[in-house]
Every structure is written in structure tokens, then in C-alpha cells.
């Protein structure tokens, strides 16, 4: 049977099993954050339609963005009708690209238990897609009012009754549920319950006022209760949102001495004053030579001179260090660089404009504790309005103006952010990069070279990475 072929650590309080469910087409960092919160709480979880293609609806790092999602009831139906023992089998159904767990299967079974009926939905405080249908809903106390889609938890035979339709995939699985819900309502059956009070499911559209994080747990400070979902539907603010509790229940540093391999790439191809001081920056900083590699692009013989005296000096210090003489893009050159940082054995890739340097001497180590996929320190032009982060992004990359971004900047507000663009300078966890060495070119064809990192950030965000910067610590500066 399904359940026992795919997961091998169901839960199980000797009355029923207890097993997650949801639906990914692509990995990205999202899904990796789903899966870490299931292992960090000990949820026993399957994935189901991964390497697929998504045909339910315009979507972006995994999230709908228009009506659709039906693909995920065939998905479900056509996995569930090969089990056996459904009466006796709780199924959590759930999103992923933007829901995290924060509780034990333990506590899940025993809140959908006290809810004394055979299946719960989320509950949230819009109606969609089909406002027309909220008048049917009924008379609640609270804001929670409508069914969400996005978390559905109860006894598999009870689920697969309800999914076991034949469903177009361009279908909407919310409206599905609604109307199947609705329909229960007047026929005065009690099989569907809403999770009015966000007892087990936190929806956070229109609540990220409401949510608090409070000794590692969420907390609803309206209804008083403690939720084991995080669910991040809405705008894209909102998934920042997410972001943030995110890293504020999994607040603990990570402490790095200098034992993880780094390949530093530093770009020559924009003109600075003093080239000595680029590489005095890198030479100055807190972290054993011997695990770093260096590399060297630069497109100007006039800097050969400086290069060679500081490999003929320094090469001894350093694992390897190498120059690159080329003549290519900007573009092309940091493609380059991260195909060929394929070659080498290290954990971490930083990618490095020559006119951004660090001034603080443990740059790399504080980088690493961040413990992010990309990342950049924040750096502010000193005199200037330029900073090295956008926080919010149009369509096309460029910046939207916003009071988050200021007090970003002047450290008023310390953390890591999730961001629209960064540049300068940037920390890669070298498993990712096989994913992502064409993303400097492509598309660059509807862009000046000179803004080749508006393209890259652009890039990373489509293909379901995202970008950080942070401020905990100052960092350094731009020549």
C-alpha cells in the first residue's frame, strides 16, 4: 500500500496512524522550508507530483496567483484510493511553498481529535475565489469566517469520499472544497468543521497583526490559541511574513571556526581607485587562508602588474589563488565564475564586485552563521542614498520605494530580510550553484550590461530561490 511504500516513519499512537500530504512540482527554497519544519517537529510528510508539470493556474515560487489548484485534489484522490485501512488513518493535507509546522504529530492528532468531527479545514477571513458565496457561510463569532484550502486534516475514508470526483485541472480546489462544504451545511451533516479559532491551522492573510512568536511557539493573540500551522496565503508581503517567524522560532546561531572550504570570486571590471586595497580587504580578513580559494577575473592589463605582485606574494597563504584574463560581459564573466566554481571542493561561493570591500574582519564567518542559500551583508554607500538591497521589487526587478527599506538601511530594523534584489557582494552555499550557473545571462537581453544584477536577482526569484540580505552585523563598504 501507498502509506507504508513511501513513508517510512508514520506516526502512530497505537489508535490511528498520522501521515502529511502535499503536492510540489519543483524544489526550491520554499519546499526546503516546508521539509525542514516537518523534520524539525518530527512530522511524517510525503510529497506527491514532484518533477511534474503545474497545469492548475499561474503560478510563482510555487504559489497560485490566479483561481485554479484542482491538480493537487487529482493528485491526492489518485494517491489515497491505493491504501488500505483509510478509517483508521488521519491525513493532513496541506500546502507547501508557504506553510510551516510548529508542533508535534503528537499535539495535531490530539487538536483534530477535540475538534470531534471527520474532517477540519482552515479557516480564513476572505472569501475566495467566489465572493458571491459568502453570504451562504454560516453566522460565526470572529473573523475567521471561510473555508481555505490550504490545510485539511481528517480520517482518510472521510477525505477520500470527498476528492474521489473527476475534476478538471484548470478547476479551483477552494471553490471545490467550499461548495462540497456549503452543501454539508444544508444537509445539516456535521462531517466538515472550519477551524474557526485557529486552534490547529494559522492563516495569515489580513492576520500578520494577530500572529506573535512566544517561547518557540505561534501565538494568535486575538483568539488566544496556539496554532501547529503557519500558512502564508495572501500577498507577497505575507510571505515575508512567513520568512520572519520562520528565523524567529529557529533563532539559534550557528557557530563557525573557519573549517568550511570557500572560493572567492572577485570581479576587476569596475574601475576603483586603488586596486591594492581590494586585495588588502580580502588578505585583512578573520579566516583561515588555507581553506580559501581565490580567483581573479579581470578584462584591464593595466591591473596585471598589481595582480601578479599579489599572487607572487600571497599564493603560498591562500589553498589556491588564480587569474583570469578575459574579455567578456559582466554578465558573462560571473557566468563563468560559477560554472567553474564547480571544480572546486569547498561548502561556500562568494561573488564579489571590486568596488565593495569588507571592513569587518569576520565578514565570512558571521555570512556563514546566517546559515541562508544567498545571502548578502548589507553595505550603504557612505555620503550616498545607494545601499546594495531593494526590498520590494517590480515586475521588471526595479526598486519600489517603502519605508521598510529606509529603516532597513539606517539599522533601525536588524535581521535578515527577504529582498527583491542584492548586489556587491554575495554568499552562495556552494550545493545550489549546479542550479543556477546560467542565471547572470539568461534573459539579459532585456537589460543594459550594466544591470546584470537586476537580471540575476530577477532570475534567482523565478527560479524559486530567495534572496537575503542582513544587517545584524556592519560589514563594510564601497570604494
Known amino acids: 500500500m501507498g502509506l507504508y511504500n513511501k513513508v517510512s516513519n508514520v506516526y502512530s499512537d497505537a489508535i490511528d496512524r498520522f501521515v502529511v500530504i502535499t503536492v510540489a512540482t519543483e524544489r526550491n527554497e520554499n519546499l526546503r522550508r516546508f521539509e525542514n519544519s516537518c523534520k524539525e517537529n518530527g512530522i511524517p510528510y510525503m510529497i506527491l507530483g514532484l518533477g511534474d508539470k503545474w497545469e ?184 515575508d511574513k512567513l520568512d520572519e517567524i520562520y528565523n524567529e522560532l529557529n533563532s539559534s546561531s550557528l557557530i563557525f571556526d573557519g573549517a568550511n572550504k570557500i572560493l572567492i570570486n572577485v570581479f576587476l571590471d569596475i574601475k576603483v581607485n586603488d586596486i591594492d586595497q581590494v586585495f588588502d580587504q580580502i588578505r585583512y580578513l578573520n579566516y583561515p587562508k588555507f581553506n580559501i580559494d581565490l580567483r581573479i577575473y579581470y578584462s584591464d592589463d593595466s591591473y596585471t602588474y598589481k595582480i601578479d605582485r599579489f599572487v607572487n606574494t600571497f599564493d603560498s597563504e591562500y589553498h589556491t589563488i588564480t587569474k583570469i584574463l578575459n574579455s567578456i560581459t559582466m554578465s558573462e564573466v560571473r557566468n563563468l565564475s560559477l560554472a567553474q566554481s564547480l571544480n572546486y571542493d569547498v561548502d561556500y561561493v562568494i561573488n564579489m564586485d571590486c568596488n565593495y570591500i569588507f571592513r569587518n574582519r569576520e565578514s565570512i564567518k558571521l555570512l556563514m552563521s546566517e546559515d541562508k542559500n544567498i545571502i548578502s551583508p548589507m553595505i550603504v554607500g557612505e555620503g550616498t542614498e545607494w545601499v546594495n538591497f531593494w526590498f520590494r521589487t517590480d515586475s521588471d526587478g526595479y526598486m519600489i520605494s517603502g519605508e521598510e527599506q529606509d529603516k532597513i538601511k539606517k539599522y533601525q530594523k536588524h535581521g535578515n530580510f527577504s529582498v527583491g534584489y542584492i548586489t556587491g557582494v554575495i554568499m552562495f552555499k556552494s550545493s545550489i550553484i549546479p542550479n543556477i550557473i546560467d542565471l547572470y545571462t539568461k534573459n539579459m537581453n532585456l537589460y543594459n550590461q550594466g544591470d546584470f544584477d537586476i537580471n540575476f536577482s530577477r532570475n534567482l526569484l523565478r527560479r524559486g530561490y530567495q534572496l537575503w540580505t542582513t544587517n545584524n552585523n556592519y560589514y563594510g563598504g564601497i570604494i
Not at 508557504?98 to 499535539?107: A, L, R
Not at 477535540?114 to 475566495?128: D, G, L, M, Q, R
Not at 475514508?157 to 451545511?185: A, C, G, P, R, W
Request: hydrophobic share 30%; proline share 4%; glycine share 6%.
Open 56 to 239: 492548475s493556474g499561474r503560478a510563482e515560487n510555487g504559489v497560485l496567483l490566479e483561481p485554479g489548484g484542482a491538480q493537487k485534489i487529482i493528485y491526492l484522490r489518485d494517491e489515497i484510493k491505493e491504501w488500505g485501512d483509510l478509517e483508521n488513518t488521519i491525513i493532513l493535507f496541506s500546502d507547501s511553498y508557504d506553510v510551516i509546522f510548529n508542533d508535534s504529530p503528537k499535539e495535531i492528532v490530539r487538536k483534530f481529535r477535540e475538534f470531534e468531527s471527520p474532517i477540519v479545514f482552515s479557516a480564513e477571513k476572505t472569501c475566495w475565489p467566489n465572493k458571491d458565496l459568502a453570504d451562504q457561510y454560516p453566522k460565526v463569532d470572529g473573523e475567521y469566517k471561510y473555508l481555505n484550502s490550504g490545510g485539511i486534516v481528517g480520517y482518510g475514508n472521510h477525505i477520500l469520499k470527498m476528492v474521489d470526483i473527476e475534476i478538471e485541472k484548470s478547476d479551483d480546489d477552494q471553490e471545490y472544497y467550499t461548495k462540497y462544504f456549503l452543501k454539508s451545511i444544508l444537509s445539516d451533516s456535521e462531517e466538515i468543521i472550519l477551524d474557526y479559532n485557529q486552534n490547529l491551522f494559522q492563516t495569515l492573510n489580513m492576520s500578520v497583526d494577530e500572529v506573535k512568536v512566544d517561547a518557540s511557539k505561534i501565538h494568535n493573540t486575538v483568539t488566544n490559541t496556539t496554532p501547529s500551522i503557519l500558512h502564508g496565503n495572501g500577498p507577497n508581503y505575507i510571505k
